[in-house]
């Protein structure tokens, strides 16, 4: 059995684990993020693999990290929630820990653990992930290989056009999915009816003390468990956009499964069911043609050390 130590950094934790060949975490660990610090940054990355690694015989490290990577998964490019700018992060690790380190977005650890292990286990060839959280991102395997790009930041599903100068997105363009289907569209369509018809949101503006500015996400989740209308209305509409992209990566790529993720996925069939009829529906001149099967994340916070550490035993 080999041992390889994964990391998830994230703008408020970084959070590692012990895993091993099956896909199995055997201890964890976590730290708070000094976000606005790269070097203490980095230090509590080293501090945490190096703790994991005591007493252990461990073969390598996988770093998952929110931002974009380079094509030889070494440098962050960039970060928008941590302070990193071109920061050689393998190398710092690798040297004061030594370790072998491979360095990867997020959403493509997470993917990875998914295709692995998760969800789109019994696929050998491909598969395609949404991860639905505050944004939308992804990731994509095709040949049983994650699908990188030149620079290495390819898989950035979020930012797919979907309505023509549509809402404003923090990429600069108008219009992403992520404006459409992430947590935060949830909590803009959420608001947007509360204020229009409160009267239909008598159960989530009660949540939110009778103020619709100040309705959150595990608000209109808790409504629409309690049957709101307007927060359901709220999911259906998360839903339907998020099903019409599943469609378009059915078409493009032909995947073996599309996998569902992240924080909003946890509401169940909340989300689940309007994103499958959206997808059925957009794709009902394919009817006579095998389609990739919908399903929702298995792992949880768990796949993006499960990813990062199954991406190092391939080093």
């Given at each position: 059995?080999?041992?390889?130590?994964?990391?998830?950094?994230?703008?408020?934790?970084?959070?590692?684990?012990?895993?091993?060949?099956?896909?199995?975490?055997?201890?964890?660990?976590?730290?708070?993020?000094?976000?606005?610090?790269?070097?203490?940054?980095?230090?509590?990355?080293?501090?945490?693999?190096?703790?994991?690694?005591?007493?252990?015989?461990?073969?390598?490290?996988?770093?998952?990290?929110?931002?974009?990577?380079?094509?030889?998964?070494?440098?962050?490019?960039?970060?928008?929630?941590?302070?990193?700018?071109?920061?050689?992060?393998?190398?710092?690790?690798?040297?004061?820990?030594?370790?072998?380190?491979?360095?990867?977005?997020?959403?493509?650890?997470?993917?990875?653990?998914?295709?692995?292990?998760?969800?789109?286990?019994?696929?050998?060839?491909?598969?395609?992930?949404?991860?639905?959280?505050?944004?939308?991102?992804?990731?994509?395997?095709?040949?049983?290989?994650?699908?990188?790009?030149?620079?290495?930041?390819?898989?950035?599903?979020?930012?797919?056009?979907?309505?023509?100068?549509?809402?404003?997105?923090?990429?600069?363009?108008?219009?992403?999915?992520?404006q459409y289907a992430s947590g935060s569209a949830l909590v803009r369509f959420a608001r947007a009816a509360a204020r229009q018809e409160p009267h239909r949101a008598t159960a989530l503006l009660e949540l939110a003390g009778g103020e619709a500015d100040t309705i959150t996400g595990p608000m209109v989740t808790a409504a629409a468990q309690g049957g709101d209308p307007v927060s359901a209305e709220a999911f259906a509409q998360v839903g339907r956009w998020l099903g019409t992209s599943l469609a378009d990566m059915a078409q493009i790529l032909d995947p073996q499964v599309l996998v569902v993720g992240g924080g909003v996925v946890e509401a169940g069939d909340l989300l689940m069911g309007p994103t499958r009829r959206s997808y059925t529906d957009a794709l009902a001149a394919r009817s006579r043609l095998p389609v990739a099967e919908v399903r929702p994340a298995e792992l949880g916070n768990a796949a993006g050390v499960i990813g990062a550490a199954d991406l190092a035993r391939r080093i």
């Open positions: 059995m080999t041992l390889t130590i994964g990391v998830d950094v994230g703008g408020t934790k970084v959070a590692g684990g012990v895993v091993d060949d099956t896909g199995k975490v055997l201890v964890q660990a976590r730290r708070d993020t000094p976000a606005e610090d790269v070097a203490k940054t980095r230090d509590v990355i080293i501090e945490l693999v190096t703790d994991l690694a005591t007493g252990r015989t461990v073969d390598a490290v996988g770093i998952g990290a929110a931002g974009w990577i380079d094509a030889s998964r070494s440098t962050v490019l960039f970060a928008p929630n941590l302070a990193w700018r071109d920061e050689p992060l393998r190398d710092y690790v690798s040297t004061a820990t030594g370790l072998p380190v491979i360095v990867e977005n997020d959403a493509n650890v997470a993917a990875w653990a998914e295709f692995r292990y998760g969800a789109g286990r019994a696929a050998e060839d491909s598969m395609v992930m949404f991860t639905i959280g505050t944004g939308v991102g992804g990731g994509i395997v095709l040949g049983g290989e994650l699908v990188r790009g030149s620079n290495g930041i390819a898989a950035e599903l979020g930012h797919m056009l979907t309505v023509p100068d549509g809402h404003q997105c923090g990429c600069g363009r108008l219009g992403c999915i992520e």
